[in-house]
């Protein structure tokens, strides 16, 4: 099932993640879609103040660590997938950590997961319209 919203702003994308990631029960696995521009970073601060973060501007994307880490009201685990080759995900660890029932996971540039598995994961479908709107489906 699909549902979702267009955004006319960042303020709109940050709420409307901020609302699903409180919604969301645990372990929480979240994979965003989107090209460069789409808004994955604003949805993900979006979701990590839903997930209890206290200074939100400290989200940012781990485009060269590949992971952050970050503390809210559960341990949220922020990986971007931007510099990696389709599907080889060798040493990230990712098995660890989507086993871990108690984290809140997010997955900036997912379809770069190539076989890797997720079931139950709530996916995030992120479309550049024009300078403030997005489209943002959920699924």
């Known amino acids: 099932m699909m549902s979702g919203l267009v955004s006319k702003s960042e303020e709109e994308t940050y709420a409307f993640a901020r609302r699903l990631a409180e919604s969301l029960p645990l372990p929480a ?3 965003l879609f989107g090209d460069l521009g789409a808004g994955k ?5 979006g ?3 839903g997930f209890g973060i206290e200074v939100v501007d400290d989200v940012s994307s781990p485009t060269f660590t590949l ?5 809210g009201r559960v341990k949220i685990y922020h990986i971007d997938l931007y510099r990696v080759e389709n599907g080889d995900l060798r040493g990230l660890g990712l098995e660890d950590i989507c086993d871990d029932p108690h984290a ?7 379809e770069r997961l190539g076989e ?10 992120l479309e550049y319209v024009d300078g403030s709107t997005r489209k943002i489906g959920v699924r």
Request: charged share 10%.
């Open 67 to 71: 992971i952050n880490q970050y503390k």
């Open 116 to 125: 890797f598995q997720t079931p139950g994961a709530t996916r995030v479908f």
């Open 41 to 45: 970073t604003t949805f993900t601060r």
């Open 104 to 110: 809140a996971v997010i997955v900036e540039w997912a």
């Open 29 to 31: 696995h979240i994979l």
């Open 47 to 49: 979701l990590a103040m």
